[in-house]
C-alpha cells in the first residue's frame, strides 16, 4: 500500500512524535511511506530570535538531504514555501495565508510526490490539515486523521479551525489521542460519532530492552543526585513561574531539563535548574536510568487540558516515577503518575517518588508495556484493515 503520511514534525534526532512511530510501523509491515514536514519558509533564516535561527539551520540541513529514505523506513520530505510561515502576524497568521504557505510551494509537492511514485496513494493519512488539498490533487480514494493535539487552541493553528473541521468530516477514519477531546469536541464536529476512535500516546517497545545500568552522560554525572528529569521542547506551554517555585522549595534536589530550549526564561532561575540543551534521543534513556524522577510541569490552558504525554509513558518505562500537572485527559487514565497542580502538591508528589521500592518501579514498566505505540498500531491495522 501506498500512504502519504501529512504531519508537522520532521524527523531529526532529539524529537520523536507519535507521527514518526505511526509511518515508521507503517514502513515496518512493507508499506510505501512518504512523510511530509511542516512547510517552512525559505527564508526564516532573517529573523533575529536565536531559536528561530537555531530551528532555520536544522530545517536547512534537513532541506538539503532532499527527499530521503530514512533508517525507520518511510521517505521524509521537508517542503519549502514561498510564503512566510510565521503565524503569529497579520498577514500571515489569517487562514488563507496558511493555505498558501502549503500550496505555494517550490517544487510543488504535488509534483514530488508524484516523482517519487506517489500520484495515486491508496491511504492519505493528516495531520498537518494544511495538506489537505493535496490528497485530492494525488487522487487518494482514503483520508484517515489523526488527531494528536487540541489544535483548535493553539496560538498558531487557531486560525485554520474551518479547514481542521472540513477535514474531519471528509475522513472515513478519524483516530483522537485524548478520550476528553472526543467527548467535547471531535465527535460533534464530526457529525458522525462511528468513525472516530480513541488512539492515545505511547512508548517504543524498544525501551524495554535498554540495559538497567548506563554510564552517567557527561554533562550530568557533575550534577549532585537526587535529580528530577523533564525531557521535552522548552516552549510556551511550561510553566516556569511553577517550576522556579518548585526548585525553591527543593534545594536538596536537581532539576534536570533536556530539550531545545525555544523561548526566553524569566528571571531569576534556581540554581539547582539545569538546563543541558538538546541531545539525541537514542541517548535519552542514560539520563533518564541515572535521575530519579520524571516530571512534567505545563501552565493548564485549553491548549494543553487535553494532552496525553509520550514523556509520561516513556519515564515509566524506564521505572522512574512519573510526577505531573493534572491535566484533565490525564485524570482521567488509570495509571501509576502523580498529578499535581499548586507546587506544594509539586513538592509533595516529588518527595513521595523520592522514596518509591522496587515493587513500585516493577508496576511503573509493566504499565507501559501494557501502553506500547505498537499496541497501538494494532488497533490502527484493525480499524484499517491494514
Same mark, same amino acid.
Given at each position: 500500500?501506498?500512504?502519504?503520511?501529512?504531519?508537522?514534525?520532521?524527523?531529526?534526532?532529539?524529537?520523536?512524535?507519535?507521527?514518526?512511530?505511526?509511518?515508521?510501523?507503517?514502513?515496518?509491515?512493507?508499506?510505501?511511506?512518504?512523510?511530509?514536514?511542516?512547510?517552512?519558509?525559505?527564508?526564516?533564516? #532573517?529573523?533575529?530570535?536565536?531559536?528561530?535561527?537555531?530551528?532555520?539551520?536544522?530545517? /536547512?540541513?534537513? !532541506?538539503?538531504?532532499?527527499?530521503?529514505?530514512?533508517?525507520?523506513?518511510?521517505?521524509?520530505?521537508?517542503?519549502? $514555501? #514561498?510564503?512566510?510561515?510565521?503565524?503569529?502576524?497579520?498577514?500571515?497568521?489569517?487562514?488563507?495565508?496558511?493555505?498558501?504557505?502549503?500550496?505555494?510551494?517550490? @517544487?510543488?509537492?504535488?509534483?514530488?510526490?508524484?516523482?517519487?511514485?506517489?500520484?495515486? =496513494?491508496?491511504?492519505?493519512?493528516?495531520?498537518?490539515?494544511?495538506?489537505?488539498?493535496?490528497?485530492?490533487?494525488?487522487?487518494?480514494?482514503?483520508?484517515?486523521?489523526?488527531?494528536?493535539?487540541?489544535?483548535?487552541? &493553539?496560538?498558531?493553528?487557531?486560525?485554520?479551525?474551518?479547514?481542521?473541521?472540513? &477535514?474531519?468530516?471528509?475522513?472515513?477514519?478519524?483516530?483522537?489521542? &485524548?478520550?476528553? #477531546?472526543?467527548?467535547?469536541?471531535?465527535?460533534?464536529?464530526?457529525?458522525?460519532?462511528?468513525?472516530?476512535?480513541?488512539? =492515545?500516546?505511547?512508548?517504543?517497545?524498544?525501551?524495554?530492552?535498554?540495559?538497567?545500568?548506563?554510564?552517567?552522560?557527561?554533562?550530568? $554525572?557533575?550534577?549532585?543526585?537526587?535529580?528530577?528529569?523533564?525531557?521535552?521542547?522548552?516552549?510556551?506551554?511550561?510553566?516556569?513561574?511553577?517550576?522556579?517555585?518548585?526548585?525553591?522549595?527543593?534545594?536538596?534536589?536537581?532539576?534536570?531539563?533536556?530539550? @531545545?530550549?525555544?523561548?526566553?526564561?524569566?528571571?531569576?532561575?534556581?540554581?539547582?535548574?539545569?538546563?543541558?540543551?538538546?541531545?539525541?534521543?537514542?541517548?535519552?534513556?542514560? /539520563?533518564?536510568?541515572?535521575?530519579?524522577?520524571?516530571?512534567?510541569?505545563?501552565?493548564?490552558?485549553?491548549?494543553?487540558?487535553?494532552?496525553?504525554?509520550? !514523556?509520561?509513558?516513556?519515564?515509566?518505562?524506564?521505572?522512574? =516515577?512519573?510526577?505531573?500537572?493534572?491535566?484533565?485527559?490525564?485524570?482521567?487514565?488509570?495509571?501509576?503518575?502523580?498529578?499535581?497542580?499548586?507546587?506544594?502538591?509539586?513538592?509533595?508528589?516529588?518527595?513521595?517518588?523520592?522514596?518509591?521500592?522496587?515493587?513500585?518501579?516493577?508496576?511503573?514498566?509493566?504499565?507501559?508495556?501494557?501502553?506500547?505505540?505498537?499496541?497501538?498500531?494494532?488497533?490502527?491495522?484493525?480499524?484499517?484493515?491494514?
Amino acid at each position: 500500500m501506498k500512504i502519504v503520511y501529512a504531519s508537522y514534525n520532521p524527523f531529526t534526532p532529539e524529537v520523536r512524535v507519535g507521527a514518526h512511530y505511526y509511518s515508521s510501523l507503517m514502513a515496518s509491515e512493507g508499506h510505501s511511506v512518504l512523510y511530509l514536514a511542516d512547510p517552512d519558509f525559505i527564508f526564516h533564516h #532573517l529573523d533575529k530570535r536565536e531559536h528561530v535561527r537555531e530551528g532555520c539551520r536544522e530545517w /536547512y540541513r534537513i !532541506k538539503r538531504m532532499g527527499a530521503v529514505r530514512l533508517p525507520e523506513g518511510p521517505v521524509q520530505y521537508l517542503p519549502s $514555501s #514561498l510564503i512566510p510561515t510565521l503565524r503569529r502576524f497579520w498577514p500571515f497568521n489569517t487562514p488563507r495565508a496558511a493555505l498558501a504557505a502549503a500550496r505555494v510551494t517550490w @517544487p510543488s509537492v504535488k509534483g514530488v510526490a508524484r516523482k517519487l511514485g506517489f500520484s495515486e =496513494p491508496d491511504l492519505f493519512w493528516i495531520e498537518n490539515v494544511r495538506y489537505l488539498y493535496l490528497r485530492e490533487k494525488l487522487g487518494a480514494p482514503m483520508l484517515v486523521q489523526r488527531v494528536h493535539d487540541m489544535t483548535l487552541a &493553539s496560538p498558531v493553528e487557531k486560525t485554520i479551525r474551518d479547514l481542521f473541521v472540513e &477535514s474531519l468530516r471528509k475522513s472515513s477514519v478519524v483516530f483522537c489521542m &485524548s478520550k476528553s #477531546l472526543m467527548d467535547d469536541y471531535i465527535v460533534e464536529l464530526c457529525r458522525d460519532p462511528h468513525k472516530v476512535h480513541y488512539l =492515545p500516546n505511547g512508548v517504543s517497545e524498544k525501551w524495554f530492552s535498554v540495559p538497567k545500568n548506563l554510564p552517567e552522560p557527561p554533562d550530568l $554525572s557533575p550534577i549532585p543526585k537526587p535529580r528530577v528529569i523533564m525531557v521535552g521542547v522548552y516552549e510556551f506551554w511550561v510553566d516556569y513561574q511553577k517550576l522556579w517555585q518548585v526548585a525553591r522549595a527543593l534545594p536538596d534536589v536537581s532539576f534536570i531539563m533536556v530539550g @531545545p530550549l525555544q523561548v526566553i526564561l524569566p528571571a531569576d532561575k534556581p540554581e539547582n535548574i539545569h538546563f543541558l540543551g538538546k541531545r539525541p534521543h537514542e541517548i535519552i534513556p542514560a /539520563y533518564l536510568r541515572n535521575s530519579d524522577v520524571g516530571l512534567s510541569i505545563f501552565a493548564r490552558t485549553p491548549f494543553t487540558e487535553y494532552v496525553n504525554l509520550i !514523556k509520561l509513558y516513556e519515564y515509566l518505562a524506564m521505572g522512574l =516515577p512519573a510526577v505531573s500537572t493534572a491535566h484533565r485527559e490525564l485524570s482521567l487514565i488509570d495509571a501509576p503518575w502523580r498529578l499535581a497542580d499548586s507546587p506544594e502538591d509539586f513538592v509533595r508528589a516529588i518527595r513521595e517518588s523520592l522514596e518509591v521500592n522496587e515493587d513500585d518501579r516493577k508496576c511503573y514498566v509493566d504499565f507501559a508495556r501494557a501502553n506500547t505505540w505498537e499496541r497501538r498500531f494494532d488497533t490502527v491495522k484493525e480499524v484499517l484493515g491494514l
